[in-house]
């Protein structure tokens, strides 16, 4: 099945610092690559998504991009706020199986 | 605004207690799911639901059994709760037939303990 492998496990920013976090997916078929962001004391919330007929999807100061070839995708914040602190999740869903990563906990020091 | 409902943010039981997680959705979703997230493990799959009386098992489904009676509400239940299932659970829904690529939307999650 399906294995997706996270990096950094922690990172750790300078307030107005990029951010950008690493997820590799061992299913070729997989074709639908979500990102959530996890808070203190809530549940994972959807920030971004990405299909496999796309390379890179952008909205404000986060972007997506994915290789499908190398079978890794990432996750760039730019000009980064202390209000990006969280825990985030990438996954990899093919026909509607989705599997996560082990979450990355990106710190932004103000 | 739409949303994901778990009935408990924090729950003791003791070891052997029958346990009852709810989740109640109010997107008309036909899919829901639970996850237990573990520290170092992210989120596994427990079970999960493409419709109404129906149910499938994920990666862990020991221990746990399913209820969806209704549409919008999945219960997740312990038949007699251990220490090992002490973790913080997770509901979620999504919406689309069967199989298909979608985002998921989280409820805030149970942060159970058993001792």
């Known amino acids: 099945g399906e294995n997706v492998e996270q990096h950094p496990s922690t990172l750790s920013v300078q307030e107005g610092d990029s951010a950008v976090i690493k997820c590799t997916y061992s299913d070729s078929a997989s074709n639908y690559f979500p990102w959530y962001k996890q808070e203190l004391g809530k549940g994972p919330q959807l920030i971004i998504d990405i299909r496999s007929n796309v390379g890179e999807k952008k909205d404000q100061r986060i972007a997506v991009t994915l290789n499908k070839t190398a079978k890794h995708f990432s996750l760039h914040i730019t000009e980064t706020q202390p209000e990006d602190s969280a825990v985030y999740f990438c996954?990899?869903?093919?026909?509607?199986?989705?599997?996560f990563g082990a979450g990355t906990r990106l710190t932004v020091k103000p | 605004d739409v949303k994901v409902t778990q009935s408990s943010r924090y729950l003791v039981k003791r070891t052997g207690e029958k346990v009852f997680l709810e989740c109640v959705q109010d997107?008309?979703?036909?899919?829901m799911f639970w996850y237990r997230q573990d520290p170092g493990l992210g989120l596994r799959l427990i079970y999960f639901s493409y419709d109404v009386k129906m149910k499938e098992k994920g990666d862990i489904p020991e221990g746990y059994s399913v209820s969806r009676e209704k549409k919008e509400r999945f219960s997740l239940i312990l038949e007699s709760a251990s220490t090992n299932q002490t973790s913080m659970y997770l509901c979620?829904?999504?919406?689309?037939?069967?199989?298909?690529?979608?985002?998921?939307?989280f409820g805030s999650g149970t942060r159970l303990t058993v001792v």
């Open positions: 979620a829904s999504k919406p689309g037939q069967g199989p298909s690529n979608y985002g998921y939307t």
């Open positions: 997107m008309d979703h036909e899919n």
């Open positions: 996954a990899a869903s093919r026909m509607g199986d989705m599997r």
